[in-house]
């Protein structure tokens, strides 16, 4: 595979940058107006798909760029604040991304059984035991949204919000040392004006000293007060 810079990252950054700004502005409209977090992925998907840079890809016989509950690259297991990445023959399943935006540079290259990532022996033989280093990123964007409906989140809303951190954080650079997802981010939208920033901030710094690279990685909580980033 040739060494070549991921095709139209900056447009496609711009693009996701827009979408996540008017979902946001939405929410900040009227937060009660998302009752699960899937409306959010949902309103998320489609703004990106109203964008032409994310139109169907002709070249593959139109594979979409913009996928929704994407498998990881990598079996995993979760608990409390916990997330861990297993060995391939591990007893485990493997986790997903809310949202990934492919990158063209691979959906011309490799078969749409492999993109579509749901067989985890052809994925890994065609595509990520196949990468090299200086291969461009599988995935340009990477996204989890999480939906805080309660005034006072419990440990298990934290849980979730840490399980989605760390497993973007681990899917930058794999062991290989291909980058499989490049940017990535964590949108917690909490219909409650209290923002919880401590906690927030606790949980990002304890997921930043597990040794894991914190770089591409954002962070947002948006609640009726307005949206901190972190990252």
């Known amino acids: 595979m040739s060494k070549r810079a991921s095709t139209g990252e900056a447009s496609t950054l711009k693009?996701?940058?827009?979408?996540?700004?008017q979902l946001t502005e939405a929410f900040m409209r009227d937060p009660s107006a998302f009752s699960k977090q899937a409306e959010l992925c949902s309103n998320l998907s489609s703004l990106l798909l109203k964008n032409p840079t994310f139109a169907?890809?002709?070249?593959?016989?139109?594979?979409?760029?913009?996928?929704?509950?994407?498998?990881?690259?990598?079996?995993?297991?979760?608990?409390d604040?916990?997330?861990?990445?297993?060995?391939?023959?591990?007893r485990a399943q493997r986790g997903s991304y809310d949202l990934v935006v492919l990158n063209p540079?691979?959906?011309?290259?490799?078969?749409?059984?492999?993109?579509?990532?749901?067989?985890?022996a052809v994925f890994r033989k065609e595509?990520?035991?196949?990468?090299?280093?200086?291969?461009?990123?599988?995935?340009?964007?990477?996204?989890?949204?999480?939906?805080?409906?309660?005034?006072?989140?419990?440990?298990?809303?934290?849980?979730?919000?840490?399980h989605a951190y760390r497993k973007l954080l681990l899917s930058g650079t794999l062991s290989n040392g291909w980058r499989f997802l490049d940017h990535r981010y964590?949108?917690?939208y909490s219909q409650h004006s209290q923002p919880h920033e401590a906690k927030w901030r606790e949980l990002v710094q304890a997921s930043w000293q597990c040794d894991v690279d914190p770089r591409?990685?954002?962070?947002?909580?948006t609640s009726p007060q307005g949206t901190r980033w972190s990252g």
């Open 127 to 162: 595509i990520r035991d196949k990468a090299q280093p200086e291969d461009p990123p599988l995935c340009l964007v990477g996204i989890e949204v999480h939906l805080v409906r309660t005034q006072r989140p419990r440990l298990a809303d934290y849980s979730r919000i840490g």
């Open 105 to 120: 540079w691979w959906v011309d290259k490799a078969s749409p059984k492999a993109l579509r990532n749901d067989d985890f």
């Open 216 to 221: 591409n990685v954002r962070l947002a909580w």
């Open 186 to 188: 964590v949108l917690v």
């Open 56 to 79: 169907l890809h002709e070249a593959s016989g139109g594979t979409s760029l913009v996928r929704q509950e994407y498998p990881t690259p990598f079996k995993c297991q979760v608990g």
């Open 81 to 90: 604040l916990r997330f861990e990445m297993l060995e391939d023959e591990a």
């Open 15 to 21: 693009a996701c940058t827009a979408a996540i700004g």
